[in-house]
């Protein structure tokens, strides 16, 4: 019923930028913390980027000072700035919410179907 949809992936140079969105919609109480992963072929999924309900950030220490997380409660969507883009950077990007459906109903973490990132020159 809480469906999480992804946009902003693509192709882009080395030293480029691109910005993912990550809209919630359904039936959501609350939505807690929210982030995304990211996973390259043959690699483990690696925690990005996570923000929490009143806005602290925990970044990888690959994309510090490259990437930014931010939020907007309002619209229910969470949203990855990426800058200066490197080769590495190139995966499949999952963003993830952790909500409640009801005020009783206890947090459940809820993902995107991902989308692709494609550093090349």
């Known amino acids: 019923q809480v469906q999480l949809v992804e946009s902003g992936g693509g192709l882009v140079q080395p030293g480029g930028s691109l910005r993912l969105s990550c809209a919630t919609s359904g039936s959501i109480f609350s939505i807690n913390a929210m982030g995304w992963y990211r996973q390259a072929p043959g690699k483990q999924r690696e925690l990005v980027a996570a923000?929490?309900?009143?806005?602290?950030?925990h970044l990888a220490d690959s994309v510090k000072g490259r990437f930014t997380i931010s939020r907007d409660n309002a619209k229910n969507t969470v949203y990855l700035q990426m800058n200066r883009l490197k080769l590495e950077d190139t995966a499949v990007y999952y963003c993830y919410a952790d909500l409640l459906s009801s005020y009783d109903s206890g947090f459940k973490r809820s993902w995107g179907q991902g989308t692709q990132v494609t550093v090349s020159s």
């Open positions: 923000i929490s309900s009143d806005g602290g950030t």
